[in-house]
């Protein structure tokens, strides 16, 4: 019988053994060592894989931090001409001075924080705008799995795209969940409840520039797993194919701010805020106060239900 080839594990203590003192080769090391220490054969999952992590191999890390500053940056700038032109918050800002004219009565310090607390864990947090519904669940799936998505995309990143540096697999898991509650939440959305396609009877293929939110982000999500599966699989023609994808719809989606809704974000919340201030002290934003309920007519008859929220 011939000598055994030494598994994984054993190439691996080998490299450590190794003592390489000069930088060049010792980098290459390194980098062997964590591909061989990350590395389960037939076993290896894709929830457990760290894409940003491999792709070091080939792009510096250094330079996929600067990419996600100049995202934010485009964010930040579309954020800003969005409004100089469209003059959103002016409107707002001129909306909560006349509001404060009309208050009935002038709220406490902690008033005004209590009702904005309750605000953000109720309107905001849960999307109760909404009401009980499809519509709602969809929204709420998508919104939070756009901000695990996002977050553990930087945490990878800035804190785990170095050669050596074992990635949590809390970290990758939650990264590959959020980019699934983003698909499932995005998907339902655009096939099934969008508004034009319900109550205008519109093809779900129907595209507007209004569409161009949700469209980006769910092509970030799905390039996103595509390319964290191909990777850890080893299809390397895939794998650059949906890394280039991944790429350019993150190109899309945060470089198209201003064309886009993605202003929306920052708009709601501050709307609904402001909204139920403006009930609190009784100005009501400047609206008179609401009508009596309708009558039901036809005792007996089920109406259908809107199809329009």
């Not at 980098?31 to 491999?54: C, D, E, H, T, V």
């Not at 553990?152 to 898991?173: M, N, Q």
């Not at 699934?180 to 969008?194: A, K, N, Q, V």
């Amino acid at each position: 019988m011939g000598r055994a080839i030494p598994g994984r594990e054993n190439v691996y203590a080998i490299l450590l053994k190794l003592n390489l003192s000069q930088n060049g080769k010792r980098v290459k090391s390194d980098a062997l060592i964590y591909k061989l220490q990350n590395s389960r054969g037939n076993n290896y999952i894709m929830f457990n894989n760290n894409p940003f992590s491999n792709l070091a191999e080939i792009v510096p890390p250094l330079a996929m931090q600067g990419f996600v500053i100049v995202m934010i940056g485009l964010v930040i700038l579309g954020t800003l001409i969005d409004i100089l032109h469209k003059k959103n918050v002016k409107y707002f800002f001129d909306n909560a001075k006349k509001a404060k004219k009309n208050a009935q009565i002038e709220l406490s310090t902690a008033k005004r924080t209590s009702v904005i607390l309750k605000t953000v864990a109720h309107d905001i947090a849960t999307t109760a705008e909404l009401g009980r519904g499809k519509r709602r669940v969809a929204h709420v799936m998508g919104m939070y799995g756009t901000i695990i998505f996002w977050a553990c995309s930087a945490i990878l990143i800035f804190s785990y795209s170095k050669a050596g540096i074992e990635t949590p697999t809390s970290i990758t898991t939650l990264w590959h969940a959020g980019a699934i509650l983003t698909c499932l939440g995005g998907y339902w959305f655009w096939f099934f409840l969008r508004v034009d396609v319900l109550a205008e009877a519109h093809p779900w293929y129907r595209i507007i520039k209004a569409d161009l939110f949700v469209l980006a982000l769910l092509a970030c999500a799905t390039f996103g797993l595509a390319w964290s599966y191909t990777q850890s699989s080893e299809m390397v023609k895939l794998n650059y194919l949906f890394l280039v994808l991944f790429i350019v719809a993150n190109l899309v989606l945060f470089g198209g701010v201003y064309w886009s809704k993605f202003a929306h974000m920052f708009y709601k919340p501050g709307a609904a805020i402001q909204k139920n201030l403006a009930e609190a002290d009784g100005s009501r934003d400047n609206l008179p106060p609401p009508a009596e309920a309708p009558e039901q007519f036809g005792l007996g008859i089920k109406r259908e239900q809107p199809k329009h929220y």
